[in-house]
């Protein structure tokens, strides 16, 4: 443990965390503030202030429950440090202020097999023609990032998640500010925010079962835009809703430009039932968005569920595509539902969108997925009930394997198997409708993960594919990949 004096703590908190002026009042609380939200520690389990206004002290006896004193926040500046998960996290006394530091490293091995009539380069212009490329095995970092969250004044929480390797580019992922505990409201961030859409897409991909999400986001869904976030959860945080008003963002540098071209995304979602361990619950959600056309047209293009190199054209280039609609704008429908039943899993969503085209034509797409998944080890999937979607597990018991001394190196000392999982996906894009020929994608997953602490985890994916091209420019066929992710998180 060491402390910052507070002389020059108030010098950082002038500088890097100016927000609102602390004195606002309430009850010490008291306890693990990480943990309230299936055992994250990234901003997100950091509860709000009111559900600590009344919590009990470890020693509940009378003779020892000290009489609970109210405190002015910011009073108490002395920085406590300490290791959290593997990540640095630094706090007050009376958890008013507190950060943590961390990172993601993925590295992807990838290995293809693919028809040769796919082999054809992509065609140039727009929809699917041509086949795919000639798809070489590779080695490359998917993600490569650095992470500063955390909370101040007690209401004022932040986001700043930065990509060292996108293209060789620095692209922001969670940069935000917000403010908690507003009447109505709930939560507000501003900057650039999570898109509400999609129990799948509102997940991290620090947690992902697979080492893709399903075809169907990419086809449909941006993951971040710049806007406006406001969200809320009720009844013990079974009921939430959450409301985005936001920018596309195709470039991930937070930043667009053009008249109108906003869009508004709306998700609800209900914990119908859950179990007092959280080992059993079901989730049911839906959502609807809005959105511009962008100078006056809309596209829909797909990746596959997997990537080889940040520098390849395969990165880029799209099993399915509409091309370009001349529309004025477009509507997506999304429903999904997710069955939590011990070690075992089921989860499922689908998407339509409705693109509203200028010729008076309505074109209409739609995509999905379906899954399970079983913990060998016994774990359960977490959930974070304050947004509505699946937390980072903590394997029950860690991977560890120690010899027995210096003079014994071929011997087993001690060892943990970690948590081991089991999981198989199909999904579907489909881009075809009456007046448009983008394709269709459909794909099967079978994988493996290996936890072996919370920090560090391999994934092993075998991922079939099959494009059918129904632009006769295009060429259909089949490609199966086999991925390999190791993946450290502090």
Same mark, same amino acid.
């Given at each position: 443990?060491?402390?910052?004096?507070?002389?020059?703590?108030?010098?950082?908190?002038?500088?890097?965390?100016?927000?609102?002026?602390?004195?606002?009042?309430?009850?010490?609380?008291?306890?693990?503030?990480?943990?309230?939200?299936?055992?994250?520690?990234?901003?997100?389990?950091?509860?709000?202030?009111?559900?600590?206004?009344?919590?009990?002290?470890?020693?509940?006896?009378?003779?020892?429950?000290?009489?609970?004193?109210?405190?002015?926040?910011?009073?108490? /500046?002395?920085?406590?440090?300490?290791?959290?998960?593997?990540?640095?996290?630094?706090?007050?006394?009376?958890?008013?202020?507190?950060?943590? *530091?961390?990172?993601?490293?993925?590295?992807?091995?990838?290995?293809?097999?693919?028809?040769?009539?796919?082999?054809?380069?992509?065609?140039?212009?727009?929809?699917?023609?041509?086949?795919?490329?000639?798809?070489?095995?590779?080695?490359?970092?998917?993600?490569?990032?650095?992470?500063?969250?955390?909370?101040?004044?007690?209401?004022?929480?932040?986001?700043?998640?930065?990509?060292?390797?996108? !293209?060789?580019?620095?692209?922001?992922?969670?940069?935000?500010?917000?403010?908690?505990?507003?009447?109505?409201?709930?939560?507000?961030?501003?900057?650039? *925010?999570?898109?509400?859409?999609?129990?799948?897409?509102?997940?991290?991909?620090?947690?992902?079962?697979?080492?893709?999400?399903?075809?169907?986001?990419?086809?449909?869904?941006?993951?971040?835009?710049?806007?406006?976030?406001?969200?809320?959860?009720?009844?013990?945080?079974?009921?939430?809703?959450?409301?985005?008003?936001?920018?596309? %963002?195709? !470039?991930?540098?937070?930043?667009?430009?053009?008249?109108?071209?906003?869009?508004?995304?709306?998700?609800?979602?209900?914990?119908?039932?859950?179990?007092?361990?959280?080992?059993?619950?079901?989730?049911?959600?839906?959502?609807?968005?809005?959105?511009?056309?962008?100078?006056?047209?809309?596209?829909?293009?797909?990746?596959?569920?997997?990537? %080889?190199?940040?520098?390849?054209?395969?990165?880029?280039?799209?099993?399915?595509?509409?091309?370009?609609?001349?529309?004025?704008?477009?509507?997506?429908?999304?429903?999904?539902?997710?069955?939590?039943?011990?070690?075992?899993?089921?989860?499922?969503?689908?998407?339509?969108?409705?693109? !509203?085209?200028?010729?008076?034509?309505?074109?209409?797409?739609?995509?999905?997925?379906?899954?399970?998944?079983?913990? /060998?080890?016994?774990?359960?999937?977490?959930?974070?009930?304050?947004?509505?979607?699946?937390?980072?597990?903590?394997?029950?018991?860690?991977?560890?394997?120690?010899?027995?001394?210096?003079?014994?190196?071929?011997?087993?000392?001690?060892?943990?198997?970690?948590?081991?999982?089991?999981?198989?996906?199909?999904?579907?894009?489909?881009?075809?409708?009456?007046?448009?020929?983008?394709?269709?994608?459909?794909?099967?997953?079978?994988?493996?993960?290996?936890?072996?602490?919370?920090?560090?985890?391999?994934? /092993? !994916?075998?991922?079939?594919?099959?494009?059918?091209?129904?632009?006769?420019?295009?060429?259909?066929? %089949?490609?199966?990949?086999?991925?390999?992710?190791?993946?450290?998180?502090?």
């Amino acid at each position: 443990m060491w402390q910052i004096e507070k002389t020059t703590w108030t010098q950082i908190a002038v500088l890097v965390l100016v927000a609102t002026t602390p004195g606002l009042l309430r009850g010490q609380g008291w306890g693990d503030t990480g943990g309230g939200h299936g055992g994250e520690r990234s901003l997100e389990s950091f509860p709000p202030a009111i559900e600590s206004f009344t919590v009990a002290r470890p020693d509940s006896s009378e003779e020892s429950k000290e009489e609970e004193k109210p405190y002015r926040i910011g009073s108490s /500046l002395e920085l406590s440090g300490k290791v959290n998960n593997g990540g640095l996290q630094l706090e007050t006394v009376n958890k008013d202020y507190r950060y943590h *530091v961390g990172a993601l490293i993925q590295q992807d091995y990838a290995f293809f097999s693919q028809d040769q009539a796919l082999k054809t380069l992509p065609g140039i212009g727009q929809g699917p023609a041509g086949g795919v490329g000639d798809l070489q095995d590779s080695v490359f970092f998917r993600r490569g990032r650095i992470r500063f969250d955390g909370v101040a004044h007690d209401v004022i929480e932040w986001d700043f998640d930065c990509e060292l390797l996108a !293209n060789n580019t620095i692209a922001f992922d969670d940069l935000w500010v917000g403010t908690t505990n507003l009447p109505v409201l709930g939560t507000v961030r501003a900057g650039h *925010v999570k898109i509400p859409m999609g129990i799948e897409s509102i997940t991290s991909n620090r947690v992902f079962t697979f080492v893709e999400r399903a075809s169907m986001f990419d086809a449909f869904l941006p993951e971040y835009g710049p806007g406006i976030l406001a969200f809320d959860s009720y009844r013990d945080a079974k009921l939430t809703w959450a409301a985005c008003a936001h920018r596309l %963002d195709p !470039n991930g540098n937070g930043t667009d430009s053009g008249d109108g071209q906003w869009n508004g995304t709306f998700r609800m979602t209900s914990l119908l039932f859950t179990s007092p361990d959280d080992r059993h619950y079901l989730h049911v959600g839906s959502a609807y968005s809005i959105r511009d056309d962008r100078g006056g047209t809309v596209r829909f293009r797909g990746r596959p569920e997997w990537r %080889d190199t940040t520098t390849s054209a395969s990165l880029n280039s799209r099993f399915v595509d509409t091309g370009d609609i001349v529309a004025s704008d477009y509507n997506l429908y999304q429903a999904e539902m997710a069955w939590v039943a011990g070690a075992f899993s089921f989860q499922t969503e689908c998407l339509y969108a409705s693109v !509203n085209s200028t010729s008076g034509n309505t074109e209409t797409f739609n995509g999905g997925y379906a899954m399970v998944s079983y913990f /060998l080890t016994g774990e359960s999937r977490p959930y974070d009930k304050r947004l509505g979607r699946f937390a980072r597990l903590k394997p029950t018991e860690n991977f560890f394997l120690t010899r027995r001394g210096a003079d014994e190196p071929c011997s087993i000392g001690a060892f943990g198997h970690g948590a081991w999982e089991l999981a198989a996906r199909y999904s579907w894009t489909d881009l075809t409708s009456a007046n448009v020929s983008g394709g269709v994608e459909e794909a099967m997953t079978m994988g493996v993960n290996w936890y072996w602490n919370y920090n560090f985890r391999m994934q /092993l !994916n075998y991922i079939h594919t099959h494009r059918n091209a129904s632009n006769p420019a295009s060429i259909s066929g %089949d490609v199966d990949a086999f991925v390999i992710r190791l993946s450290f998180d502090i």
